[in-house]
């Protein structure tokens, strides 16, 4: 029988979560940068949660702390103050992202009066009627424009931002006991290391001699977890397509997680039969992970909805 607590509660305090009783902290907390304008997401978690966490903590336990690119510094300063050591930053990357941006050029020709050029129709755009994109709201229609003003064909093609091909996911360490070496911390609370060994990268059938002496189960994981093979034959870090938004027709929730992302995490930071700590499970995707990976789970999310979504999921594994 699969062992989980779920709340539909704000985390902070972390009610009903023993002193030094968590195995691994995994968790996708708000990133602070308004995604598609959802009221959680306004803020950066306050430190207060980390200290929490951090109670809840057997020593030496690690932590995988998703964050994004344009405040990762200060999630990590956010931890770091409340008392974890930065392991490293592991790179989830993916080829489908979306970047956003728009053609600053078209902006400069309305800046200087000066209407743009209609060179052609979009085939798509969201929230617009496919073929003709007219907006199925305000009926107002949208087209392919070409600046038309000296200044506008100037910056041409100009815009705002790149593609997104990554997001940072943040590991860290509570301290280990003190006076305590690893192997004795190991001992006394089962937290202090990383499971390297569930989390190696088989090697490519094929694959020319690796090393002097190969691993019989392949290669350390990278701190680059990718989302698509480049052309080099074979798979030297990890592999896990950005997931779908609406991939479970029941599951609305924006920032869904894929399942193998989060099996690689729980993987690499417990044990079977540890306990795995969300304090932001959203949709549940680190306890449905964290339940067929047979570990324990311990989660809270605020929303109603979403917490509905994870019960759903956790109780399906
Ligand atoms: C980035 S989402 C997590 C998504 C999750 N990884 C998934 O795959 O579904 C963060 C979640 O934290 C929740 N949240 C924000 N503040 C919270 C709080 N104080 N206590 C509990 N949950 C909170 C939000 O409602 C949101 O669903």
């Known amino acids: 029988m699969s062992e989980y607590k779920i709340y539909n509660k704000n985390c902070y305090g972390l009610p009903c979560v023993y002193k030094d009783s968590v195995d691994a902290l995994i968790t996708d907390p708000p990133y602070g940068i308004s995604f598609q304008n959802n009221e959680w997401d306004k803020a950066l978690p306050d430190k207060k949660i980390w200290q929490d966490c951090l109670h809840v903590l057997k020593p030496g336990a690690f932590g995988a702390v998703f964050s994004s690119v344009r405040l990762m510094h200060r999630m990590m300063v956010n931890l770091e103050d409340s008392g974890f050591i930065i392991k490293d930053v592991l790179f989830w990357s993916y080829l489908n992202g979306m970047p956003k941006s728009r053609d600053i050029a078209l902006d400069i020709d309305k800046e200087l009066g000066v209407k743009s050029k209609k060179v052609g129709d979009y085939k798509y755009v969201q929230g617009y009627k496919k073929n003709g994109a007219v907006n199925y709201k305000t009926g107002r229609e949208k087209h392919i424009l070409s600046p038309a003003s000296k200044t506008g064909l100037k910056f041409k093609g100009s815009g705002l931002g790149i593609k997104p091909a990554y997001e940072p996911i943040i590991l860290v360490q509570k301290p280990i006991e003190k006076k305590l070496s690893v192997a004795q911390n190991i001992i006394k609370y089962g937290t ?90 959203g949709s549940g995707s680190t306890g449905v992970s964290a339940i067929e990976l047979k570990r324990k789970f311990i989660g809270f999310e605020l929303d109603k909805n979403y917490f509905k979504i994870a019960e759903k999921r956790i109780k399906g594994v």
């Open 192 to 281: 202090g290391a990383l499971n390297i060994e569930e989390t190696r990268i088989p090697y490519e059938t094929g694959e020319g001699k690796v090393g002097h002496n190969p691993h019989p189960k392949g290669r350390v994981a990278a701190n680059i977890i990718r989302t698509e093979a480049f052309e080099d034959g074979y798979d030297k870090f990890f592999l896990v397509p950005k997931v779908r938004q609406h991939a479970e027709d029941f599951n609305n929730h924006p920032t869904l997680k894929p399942i193998n992302l989060m099996h690689h995490l729980v993987n690499l930071l417990t044990w079977k039969g540890q306990t795995v700590l969300d304090p932001f499970m």
